[in-house]
């Protein structure tokens, strides 16, 4: 693990050309009723430093769990996952996660919950508030700093729940449904702030969402998951540069694609059905 | 953005988790109506004297009483069984809550004899107990501790058991040592079950040790109220009475109000 210059200067030269990511004869099986049960099956996959990779696919694909190998939460798979080279064992500073609830802790305020994620970095403590007021600025909310979670709407609290997931500056940060709770419009909103952060900091994105609108409003590539079991189906380029206007016909275009691609050749079982329009709870 | 931050209602602030104080008129009303019916009855000649005393003789009782220093002496006696008394079994009960929660071999061990144990009432130990122990301090102590343990060491158990698996994985990914773990994520989640545990345990506690002083004791509130009923002072009886069920009360007041204090992160 290398440390970063946390100087703000030193942000994008510092991080260009790292956190890339590869993927490799990647195969996890659960074993459910006693019975294992192959739920990725032979995922390749290669993230360009800097990248923003999208994911879509029905529910129950396997995304989620895949989002938790490379985090390093499950590491009971076989197969290859390699940051910048290095093996993906446990989990580490370098690779953060937005969940897709919020997961800040009750009992501290914003600013505590930020604070938390540096707790173990090797950021000088009289750096640490600097950083924390910095981050809660790039995610727009300033002025929050004491509030509590249950003080935050939705959106504000998925925002700081970003702010504490970018506050280490991880090479790779990993989004699961990050806006899946949220309206439509808080929706847009919280993208475009999405794309701003991402423009700004060029850490390399790997983003889970049910939205084929928002995948392709965000991704540099889409990837579309097929289920039972869990496999790449395409991977769609989208050679629009950023930022990005919403009513491209190019978007338009490639979102018919993919939704063709994802109710189409779904299986008969009609998991594809719920695809776009139910955000699944992650289980508690 | 910012300018919404100016109504942002900050934690802490006026009005937040402080309720009680000044009891609410609407409280007070069917307290003055049960005094007044009270006074009522005995004035009209409904109950004779010798049965229920009015509430003026009850009044009049307790004034001497605290002239005298007796209650006092009585109110402390009981007082202090019940806090180190309590001291002991809330200490031991969470610590007996938070070995079952964190081993499971523990918890299979242990809990089935805890919750056998757990429903028997407490005063059903007494006799035993006496026998053991006589009727000294020792065993107002202990009856206190046993009926602080179980309910401290269940909430304990399940404040810790409650805890949800989400919250470790966030303190896996920012790499939190277990010493972090313990005193920032662990402890704070599990405080509001453990205060609630520790009102509970400390209002029961007190109604036992009430209780048990009535059946065996030299000295307490409950021993006053059993002196009373012996010597046909029914004005003493009934001061009694009040005073325990005021002290009841402050107590339930007093551990909510550390309650909320504690816990103002919580939603309202
Ligand atoms: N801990 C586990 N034990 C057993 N099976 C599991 C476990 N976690 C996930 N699964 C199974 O793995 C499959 C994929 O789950 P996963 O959560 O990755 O799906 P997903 O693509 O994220 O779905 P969604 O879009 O609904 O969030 C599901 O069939 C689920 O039943
Ligand atoms: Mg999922």
Redesign the pocket.
């Known amino acids: 693990m290398t440390p970063y210059p946390h100087a703000r200067e030193d942000r994008l030269s510092a991080k260009t050309g790292r956190g890339e990511l590869i993927v490799s004869d990647l195969n996890k099986s ?3 009723n006693g019975q294992p ?1 192959r ?1 990725l099956d032979n995922i390749n996959l290669t993230v360009r430093p800097g990248e923003f990779v999208s994911i879509v ?10 989002l938790r190998l490379i985090v390093g939460l499950d590491t009971e798979y076989s197969g290859e996952l390699r940051l910048d080279g290095e093996r993906i064992a446990t989990t580490s500073l370098d690779r953060g996660i937005v969940f897709q609830d919020h997961r800040l802790f009750p009992w501290m305020t914003l600013e505590q919950n930020i604070e938390l994620a540096l707790l173990n970095t090797d950021t000088p403590r009289a750096r640490r508030a600097q950083i924390v007021a910095d981050h809660i600025a790039l995610v727009n909310l300033k002025g929050f700093e004491k509030a509590y979670p249950h003080q935050l709407s939705g959106g504000m609290a998925q925002r700081a729940a970003i702010a504490r997931a970018l506050v280490t500056e991880p090479r790779l940060l990993l989004l ?2 990050p806006l899946g709770a949220l309206d439509a419009l808080t929706r847009v909103h919280v993208q475009s702030e999405l794309q701003r952060i991402w423009m700004a900091q060029r850490s390399t994105m790997v983003m ?1 969402t ?1 939205d084929v609108e928002e995948a392709l409003y965000l991704g540099d590539r889409v990837i579309v ?1 097929s289920p039972n079991p ?1 496999r790449i189906r395409r991977i769609v380029e989208v050679d629009l540069p950023h930022p990005r206007d919403r009513r491209s016909p190019l978007l338009h275009r490639l979102k018919d694609e993919i939704l063709a691609e994802l109710t189409s050749g779904a299986d008969a079982d009609g998991d594809a059905g719920n695809l776009v329009h139910l955000p ?1 709870r ?1 289980a508690r | 953005m910012a300018s919404r931050a100016a109504d942002f209602p900050v934690a802490g602030g006026a009005g937040a988790g402080f309720r009680f104080r000044l009891p609410p008129v609407g409280a007070v009303v069917p307290l003055v109506a049960l005094l007044m019916a009270w006074q009522i009855a005995c004035l009209t000649g409904l109950f004779p004297p010798q049965v229920l005393v009015p509430p003026s003789g009850v009044a009049r009782a307790l004034v001497d009483m605290t002239q005298s220093g007796e209650l006092q002496r009585h109110v402390g006696d009981s007082l202090f069984r019940l806090t180190v008394g309590f001291a002991i079994g809330a200490v031991a009960g969470m610590a007996f809550g938070a070995v079952i929660a964190l081993s499971r071999l523990a918890e299979a061990a242990l809990s089935p004899l805890f919750m056998t144990l757990w429903q028997v009432p407490v005063i059903a130990f007494v006799p035993m107990m006496v026998m053991f122990l006589g009727i000294d301090e020792p065993f107002k102590l202990a009856v206190v501790a046993i009926a602080a343990f179980f309910p401290m060491a269940l909430a304990t158990f399940d404040g810790i058991r409650g805890v949800p698996r989400n919250w470790f994985e966030v303190a896996k990914v920012y790499r939190l040592r277990l010493p972090q773990l313990i005193r920032r994520i662990l402890l704070p989640a599990t405080v509001p079950a453990v205060l609630t545990g520790l009102r509970v345990s400390l209002t029961r506690a007190w109604v036992v040790l009430v209780a048990a002083e009535l059946l065996a004791a030299d000295s307490g509130i409950g021993q006053m109220m059993e002196m009373g009923r012996q010597l046909f002072q029914i004005d003493v009886v009934l001061a009694g009475v009040m005073v325990s069920g005021l002290i009841g009360f402050l107590l339930d007041r007093g551990a909510r109000w550390v309650e909320s204090r504690a816990t103002r992160w919580r939603a309202a």
């Open positions: 659960f074993t459910i049960r739920i696919g029905a529910s129950g694909c396997g995304k989620s769990t895949l699961d449904e889970v049910h998951m869990g699944s992650e």
